[in-house]
C-alpha cells in the first residue's frame, strides 16, 4: 500500500445483506479515492447470542444459518492469509445476495472453488476449530463502536493517528463513481467530529441489488 493511501478495515458478516450493499460500495470507493480496503469477520451469530429470546423467531432461525459462512471465511483467512477474504466474500455475497440464493453448502463450495480454495474449507461450516479467532476479529471490530450496532463497521485512521470507527453506512442501492466519492468523503467528515455519533432516519427501501 502507498504511503499516500488511506487504509480501510471493514468488518462484516457474509449473511447481512446491508453489510453487503455497503462492501460494494467500498469497493467502489477504490477506485475513486486513495483507499485500500483491509477486511475482517464479524458475526451477527456472535453478536446475538445473548439475547436470543428477545428476538423475532425468524431471526433466530437465521442466525442459526449464520455461522457456516463466517467459519469458512475465517478458515480460510487462518490456512490462507488475508488476501482471500475479500475475494472469497465477493463470491459468497454475489450468490448469497445478488443471486438470492442464500448461503447453502452448494454456495460455499462454488465461491470456495471461484477463488481457487480447497473445498474441504467448506466442512469448517460445522466445525468450531477457529471460533477463538472469530470471536476475536468479531471483538477487534465490534468494541470499537458498542454493542448496540451490528455490521458493517468501517475504521480509518483519524487526525490524531487513531482510528476512528462507525457503523454504516447503511445505503441502497450501492453508489458509484462520483456518488461513491462523496458519501466517503461526507462520511470520514462527520466521523472525525469529536462528539458526533449518528444521523439516522427510518428505511424505506430494501436492499437493492440490481446494480452490483
Known sequence: MSENRTPADFWFDPLCPWAWMTSRWMLEVEKVRPVDVRWHVMSLAV???DRLDELPEEYRELLRTAWGPVRVVVAAQQKHGDDVVGPLYTELGTRIHNDGRGAT???ILEALEAVGLPAELADYAESDAYDVELRASHKEGISKVGQDVGTPVIAVPGADGEQIAFFGPV????PKGEE???LWDGT???ASIPGFYEIKRTRTNGPDFSNL
Open 105 to 107: 453448502p452448494e454456495v
Open 188 to 190: 470520514l467528515l462527520v
Open 47 to 49: 453478536l446475538n447470542e
Open 171 to 174: 445505503v441502497t442501492p450501492a
Open 180 to 182: 461513491a466519492a462523496k
